[in-house]
């Protein structure tokens, strides 16, 4: 959906959930998924607001999870909605957040969202900081954040760390996701890691007898004032 004004939601349900299938019978039956899709939210030059009556579904808990971008490079986003509703488990749907004039509530995403959103998370906010508080956890493939009206505080842990495939399965093991992925930390005003944040982007490598060679995540941390800082406490780790 794109719009070069407003876009408004109300009482509004998007959905491009996964899907799945049986076919046969209960003697030889083959189940068939497809994974969730992709909802575009796009306001070119004005804001866009999703109400607290409304649904941004890109992931049913089947098949692979989708990807849910709300763009507004010069407005406002207020995003009151539910996000995957009902979906249990972890998961890993995909998120962009872009606002040109508006905040974003990081811990409250993570504390209410964040095991349905481990896969690309890149937030950029218009105004405000964007903080993580110590004790929490955003585990995602990658995460970019980029605070264009304040700073970035992390107290918290960022893991973007490759998947061990200690004890897992042949199969299971040539399909890990075992890279790691990379991390950015953009903020205007400055970028603080305090004693107990954590950035983690390693990996654990594949088998001695694996001929493929897995690599660790970057982690990329800018200011862009002069007069901004980027202060990295006593204690504070960066696992690469």
Known sequence: MESRGDITLSGATLSTPGYEKTFGDSVDAVTISAGGGTINLLSKTGNLRADAASKLIVDSGTGTAGTL????????ITLDAMLNPGVQGSRESSIAFDSGQSGF?????V??????????VAVRSGAGDLALAAGQVLKAKSVSLTAD????????????????????????????????GDIALWGRTGVTLAATAKLDTHTSGYADTDSRVASAGDVTI????PDAAITIANGAVMDV
Do not use: E, H, Q, W
Request: cysteine-free; hydrophobic content about 40%; proline content about 0%.
């Open 149 to 180: 009206g304040g700073a970035i505080a992390i107290g918290g842990t960022i893991d973007t760390s490759g998947m061990s495939i200690a004890g897992m399965t042949a199969d299971a093991a040539r399909n890990a996701a075992v890279d790691g």
């Open 222 to 225: 800018g200011i862009a004032s």
């Open 69 to 76: 971008n709300l763009l507004a490079g010069s407005g406002a």
């Open 105 to 109: 509530d990081l811990g409250g995403f």
């Open 111 to 120: 504390t209410r969202y964040g095991r349905l959103f481990g896969g690309d």
